[in-house]
Each structure stands twice: as structure tokens, then as C-alpha cells.
């Protein structure tokens, strides 16, 4: 099994950034697509980012792209989201989650094409 814990998370204001980081114990994440998600108060959980296996294949919700990068250091076994250009609207419960290789890199935009998720982290932005 993946433990996944993310950190990172906090009270910022509009425009400002953060990086989020989920670290992984367990398993190596290189044989695994990592994901993230975000939840906020009476809302379905969102996708946002995700970053294939191969350290090389991206994808990204329209909402953040252009504001937010996921990245990955196989070294650390840990995944990172940058989130630049903050707005209101992105507080939410921020969430990691691992897919090994063999899931379809065509699901990776949905919550249920992972195996392994972290409790979250906590983002708010004030305006």
C-alpha cells in the first residue's frame, strides 16, 4: 500500500501563492500516476491536475491551467502542486491521490481511476 500526506495547505490572500506537497511512504511513487483533487464545503470533489508515471504526460482542469503546476521529485517520493494567482474560489480541501501504471492514463481526471488518496490539506483564500 501508498501512505499519502499532503502539506502545505493555509490561509493566503487573493493573488498569492502556495505549494502544496504530499509525500509518499510505502511504495516508490515511480510506478504511479499521482493526482490531485480538491473538495470544497457542499461540492463533489474536483480534479485539478495530474502527472503520469513517466514523469512526462500532464493534464490539467481548465479551471487551473495556466495557475497551477504538478510536478514530482521521484527522489523525495514526494508530488508537489504550485498554485499561483489564488482566488477565492479555491478554498477548498486540497487532496493527493496515487493510480499505479496499469490504470488507464485516459481515467486520470477521475476520482475513481486512483487507488490511494491522503487525508488533505486545508486551503483558504480570502478576498
Known amino acids: 500500500h501508498v501512505q499519502l500526506v499532503e502539506s502545505g495547505g493555509g490561509l493566503v490572500q487573493a493573488g498569492a501563492s502556495l505549494r502544496l506537497s504530499c509525500a509518499a511512504s510505502?511504495?516508490?511513487?515511480?510506478?504511479?500516476?499521482m493526482g490531485w483533487f480538491r473538495q470544497a464545503p457542499g461540492k463533489e470533489r474536483e480534479f485539478l491536475a495530474a502527472?503520469?508515471?513517466?514523469?512526462?504526460?500532464?493534464y490539467y482542469a481548465n479551471s487551473v491551467k495556466g495557475r497551477f503546476t504538478i510536478s514530482r521529485d521521484n527522489a523525495k517520493n514526494t508530488v508537489y502542486l504550485q498554485m499561483n494567482s489564488l482566488k477565492p474560489e479555491d478554498t477548498a480541501v486540497y487532496y493527493c491521490?496515487?493510480?499505479?501504471?496499469?490504470?488507464?492514463?485516459?481515467?486520470?481526471?477521475?476520482?475513481?481511476?486512483?487507488?490511494?488518496w491522503g487525508q488533505g490539506t486545508q486551503v483558504t483564500v480570502s478576498s
Open positions: 502527472l503520469r508515471w513517466n514523469n512526462i504526460d500532464t
Open positions: 491521490a496515487a493510480a499505479h501504471l496499469r490504470r488507464a492514463w485516459s481515467n486520470a481526471g477521475s476520482a475513481d481511476g486512483y487507488d490511494y
Open positions: 510505502g511504495r516508490s511513487l515511480v510506478t504511479y500516476t
